[in-house]
């Protein structure tokens, strides 16, 4: 069993930045693929970003060259560093990992963080 507990949600102004941060638990946390989605009201949920044990990362079109997906190995934890901010990218955000374990993997999912992006 993995643990995500996100912190860094809150108010911000349209242009403002956040960063939001992911901690995990168990010992094998490079191994993990790391990621955002985030559900807004009304909408489908919408795959922000992902990182790799490897390091690579992908983005939605939507956050492209705005969002920043990185990891800290040592410290457990994934980031989310979001500038420019947009109305529209007020959603709840949930990370969540996948734990490669016997030949398949497992997915583990945060608690979710409110990002509300308004003046």
């Known amino acids: 069993q993995v643990q995500l507990v996100e912190s860094g949600g809150g108010l911000v102004q349209p242009g403002g930045s956040l960063r939001l941060s992911c901690a995990a638990s168990?010992?094998?946390?490079?191994?993990?693929?790391m990621g955002w989605y985030r559900q807004a009201p009304g909408k489908q949920r919408e795959l922000v970003a992902t990182?790799?044990?490897?390091?690579?990362?992908n983005y939605a079109d939507s956050v492209q060259g705005r969002i920043t997906i990185s990891r800290d190995n040592a410290k457990n934890t994934a980031y989310l560093q979001m500038n420019s901010l947009k109305p529209e990218d007020t959603a709840v955000y949930f990370c969540?990992?996948?734990?490669?374990?016997?030949?398949?993997?497992?997915?583990?999912w945060g608690q979710g963080t409110q990002v509300t992006v308004s003046s």
């Open positions: 990182i790799t044990s490897g390091g690579n990362t």
């Open positions: 969540y990992a996948n734990v490669p374990l016997c030949g398949t993997h497992y997915r583990y």
């Open positions: 168990g010992s094998r946390f490079s191994l993990y693929t």
